[in-house]
T-cell receptor
Framework: GEDVEQSLFLSVREGDSSVINCTYT??????LYWYKQEPGAGLQLLTY?????DMKQDQRLTVLLNKKDKHLSLRIADTQTGDSAIYFC??????????FGKGTHLIIQP | EPEVTQTPSHQVTQMGQEVILRCVPI?????FYWYRQILGQKVEFLVS????????KSEIFDDQFSVERPDGSNFTLKIRSTKLEDSAMYFC???????????FGPGTRLTVT
């Protein structure tokens, strides 16, 4: 079946940039998503990119897509303590449901 | 801003009991979904629902699960006879159409004892 992989933890200093990486296997992916989950909360849609794009920028967030390598990244500029959360990569192919990664815990050091 | 809501936030039930998890999708959305996340594991797709019927279901969604849209606003997931391994966070989501962004609710934590 389709698979999405992410590293489990990322630790960055406050004010630095965070780069969260994701790889996926579905070559028919149409959309790729980043969701954020804060403790006790649901999955908040942060941003998404269509598979025919290679970059999308939205304020502090930059999404890069390398379709050839099936690699997606989320860059958060000027990381703040409020960015501390679990970040999930998800892809949508031909099926209705999204395929999620296990999530990357972003830890902010003061 | 419109959002997906879910009730209850936490449900504790005994093995073998039936549970109904409730969701109110975003009002103009047409596609509805249920996902689950067992502790420490990935968020997994269970089922999608469109036009009052199941659109797709995963192999997890067996005969003990059912979904319903009993009225114009609610969308429910019923687990007929709960097992210990059904303990998980259950997320409801909705989207405007089949390819649109899916917006998730806050989840219901189901604990089966």
């Amino acid at each position: 079946g389709e698979d999405v992989e992410q590293s489990l933890f990322l630790s960055v200093r406050e004010g630095d940039s965070s780069v969260i990486n994701c790889t996926y296997t579905d070559s028919s992916s149409t959309y790729l998503y980043w969701y954020k989950q804060e403790p006790g909360a649901g999955l908040q849609l942060l941003t998404y990119i269509f598979s025919n794009m290679d970059m999308k920028q939205d304020q502090r967030l930059t999404v890069l897509l390398n379709k050839k390598d099936k690699h997606l990244s989320l860059r958060i500029a000027d990381t703040q303590t409020g960015d501390s959360a679990i970040y999930f990569c998800a892809e949508k192919g031909g099926a209705d449901g999204l395929t999620f990664g296990k999530g990357t815990h972003l830890i902010i050091q003061p | 801003e419109p959002e997906v809501t879910q009730t209850p936030s936490h449900q504790v039930t005994q093995m073998g009991q039936e549970v109904i998890l409730r969701c109110v999708p975003i009002s103009n959305h047409l596609y509805f979904y249920w996902y689950r996340q067992i502790l420490g594991q990935k968020v997994e797709f269970l089922v999608s629902f469109y036009n009052n019927e199941i659109s797709e279901k995963s192999e997890i969604f067996d005969d003990q699960f059912s979904v319903e849209r009993p009225d114009g606003s609610n969308f429910t997931l019923k687990i007929r006879s709960t097992k210990l391994e059904d303990s998980a966070m259950y997320f409801c989501a909705s989207s405007l159409d089949r390819v649109g962004e899916q917006y998730f609710g806050p989840g219901t934590r189901l604990t089966v004892t």
